[in-house]
């Protein structure tokens, strides 16, 4: 007589799979991998990318030209909705000598789209401060391009178009 234990033993079917489809199975699970890595990626980079956009804006209202230093690339323009445009070295030069003083940015929304190495941000802000003695409060449609450097983020690129 057998026993009820091994009569729930069934024989399990053992199929034989090819070299072809255990390749194609390791690259889908590969590529499953890699999407999900790069999402976690992405997301630090966003999450990077606010935080070095946060700290410039303090730094522009602070004046505080090391972080700016640190956050302008060196081959940045730094176009404004008047056409005029900065280098890193205007940008500086204009924050020590308070021809260009910012006095609050307040941001409305914000997108960060990441590319590797590369982070595109749009910005809907209003921006006061003074300019030559001369104050404005004005809002701005902004478009910028960070890149991931070995100093960490930067800005390269930036232009803003005014809103009315």
Do not use: C
């Not at 194609?24 to 992405?42: A, D, E, I, K, T």
């Not at 003074?130 to 449609?141: C, D, P, S």
């Amino acid at each position: 007589m057998r026993s009820s234990r091994n009569a729930a033993i069934m024989p399990q079917r053992i199929t034989k799979t090819t070299g072809l489809e255990t390749r194609v199975h390791m690259r889908r699970s590969f590529l499953f991998l890699l999407l999900v890595f790069s999402l976690r990626v992405s997301a630090q980079d966003t999450t990077a990318v606010k935080a070095a956009l946060d700290r410039l804006e303090m730094a522009l209202v602070a004046r505080d030209t090391g972080t700016m230093k640190q956050l302008l690339h060196h081959n940045l323009q730094f176009g404004h909705s008047n056409g005029w445009v900065q280098t890193k070295r205007d940008a500086i030069e204009d924050a020590k000598s308070g021809a260009l003083v910012y006095g609050r940015f307040d941001r409305q929304s914000l997108t960060i789209l990441s590319y590797g190495k590369t982070a595109v941000v749009r910005e809907w802000v209003n921006v006061n401060g003074t300019r030559n003695g001369t104050e404005f409060n004005i809002k701005l449609f902004v478009l910028q391009q960070w890149v991931r450097t070995k100093k960490g983020w930067q800005l390269v690129l930036r232009q803003s178009a005014r809103q009315s």
